[in-house]
Structure formats: structure tokens, C-alpha cells
């Protein structure tokens, strides 16, 4: 099974950027959809993004389009997600998870469709 590792978060500004990577370990990233969710307190987890194996096919969350962009270098085994014009509703635990391709599309964005997730990285955004 693949291991998660996030990275990059931290408290911005509204309208700053940040650059979340996700290292992946253990197995070849190619062999998996990957996706970025995040959790506000209270909340439940949600999508964001997901990225196709080949990182030819990109979805994402309505309210993040046009600010967020998902991308995938599967020689360095990581997945990024450049967060820019960030506002204080984007304030989450931010985490990837990895789906066998074999497993589904990388278009069913379901939570549960997902096997492996990392721990988080906490994105906090001020006002």
C-alpha cells in the first residue's frame, strides 16, 4: 500500500498563495488517481480535486475553480496542489488520498472511493 506524506501548509492572508505537495512512498504513484480533501472543524471531509494517473484529467471543486490546480509528477513520486487567491472558507486540514486506477475513475470523487489517505496538513487562512 502506498504512504502519504502532505506538506506545504500554514497561515496566509486572504488573497495569498500556498503550494501543498504530497509525497508518496511505496509504491509507484502511476499506479493510482490521486486527490486532495480537506476538513473545516465541524464539517465533514470534502473534495477538492482529483488528478487521472496519467494527469491527463483533471476535476474540481466548483468554488476552488479557476484557484486551485492539481498536477502530479510521478517521477518524483508527488502530487501538488497551488492554492492562490486563498480565502478565509478555504480553512482546512488539507489531506491526499490515492486510488488504484484499476480501482475506478478518477472522475468519481466519492470519499470513500479512495484507499489511502496521509495525515494532513492545516491550512489557515485570516481574514
Known amino acids: 500500500q502506498v504512504q502519504l506524506v502532505e506538506s506545504g501548509g500554514g497561515l496566509v492572508q486572504a488573497g495569498g498563495s500556498l503550494r501543498l505537495s504530497c509525497a508518496a512512498s511505496g509504491r509507484a504513484l502511476s499506479s493510482y488517481h490521486m486527490g486532495w480533501f480537506r476538513q473545516a472543524p465541524g464539517k465533514e471531509r470534502e473534495f477538492v480535486a482529483t488528478i487521472s494517473w496519467t494527469g491527463g484529467l483533471t476535476y474540481y471543486k466548483e468554488s476552488v475553480k479557476g484557484r486551485f490546480t492539481i498536477s502530479r509528477d510521478n517521477a518524483k513520486n508527488t502530487v501538488f496542489l497551488q492554492m492562490n487567491s486563498l480565502q478565509p472558507e478555504d480553512t482546512a486540514v488539507y489531506s491526499c488520498?490515492?486510488?488504484?486506477?484499476?480501482?475506478?475513475?478518477?472522475?468519481?470523487?466519492?470519499?470513500?472511493?479512495?484507499?489511502?489517505w496521509g495525515q494532513g496538513t492545516q491550512v489557515t487562512v485570516s481574514s
Open positions: 488520498a490515492a486510488k488504484q486506477r484499476t480501482s475506478g475513475p478518477s472522475s468519481d470523487v466519492n470519499v470513500g472511493s479512495f484507499g489511502s
